[in-house]
């Protein structure tokens, strides 16, 4: 009977106070005090599980949210440049209220702006899609039938579940990934399954 590849998709932790319910994308903010214990209680979470290979965007945010994993030597992980947040351009760094101010659009319509290339000076689908995929398809092709985890951001995840799905990048505004985050996918050579969706770990720590 084949095994399937288990793919565990990790979101980082709460950000600085500043940047949240902004879309900060490609600034390099770090944690908040609360994120630091989000961050925790997800590794006391992975720290269960064996891993088999580990990989993560080289973002601060990302780094911080897995490093007590790392420190407790519970795993290596290699950085994955292609995992970094989307580009969202002229919104960078602009909160959810001030894009529907200046650009008269709500924060939930994202998705769709920017697979219509119409946030200003944004990264395009395509280019997140393909930076993205290429990393993804060869780590999934190297590790066939193991336990694999991926440790990045809210839109790299919607895009790699739009990959494995095969489903528009629209259409992952479905999907909740909130801070901190646990998203389990099982890869079988005829279908792919999600398994668990936006488990939160620090939502049930002492």
């Known amino acids: 009977m084949e095994s399937p590849t288990r793919l565990f998709l990790l979101r980082h932790a709460e950000v600085e106070a500043g940047y949240q319910r902004v879309f900060g994308g490609r600034i ?23 891993f088999d290979a580990v990989f993560a965007s080289p973002m601060k945010r990302v780094q ?13 992980t290699s950085i994955i440049e292609g995992f970094r947040e989307v580009d969202f ?14 650009f008269h659009v709500g924060a939930h319509q994202w998705l769709d702006q920017l697979e ?10 395509s280019d997140f899609r393909n930076r993205t995929e290429i990393p993804l398809q ?11 985890a991926v440790a990045c951001h809210g ?16 259409k992952m505004g479905g999907f909740e990934f909130g801070y901190a985050s646990v998203t389990i996918v099982h890869l079988l050579s005829h279908k792919t399954e999600v398994q668990l969706a936006n488990f939160l770990p620090w939502q049930n720590a002492g």
């Open 155 to 170: 839109g790299v995840i919607r895009m790699i579940l739009s990959i494995l799905l095969d489903l528009p990048f629209p």
């Open 64 to 76: 911080q949210s897995i490093e007590r994993w790392e420190h407790q030597g519970a795993v290596r």
């Open 116 to 125: 219509q290339g119409l946030i200003p000076g944004a990264e395009s689908v």
């Open 89 to 102: 351009g002229r919104w960078t760094g602009l909160s959810w209220g001030q894009v529907n101010d200046q």
């Open 138 to 148: 060869k780590i999934l092709n190297e590790h066939r039938g193991h336990r694999i």
């Open 28 to 50: 390099d903010m770090g944690l908040s005090p609360e994120g630091f214990k989000q961050a925790a209680a997800l590794c006391d979470y992975l720290r269960r599980s064996r």
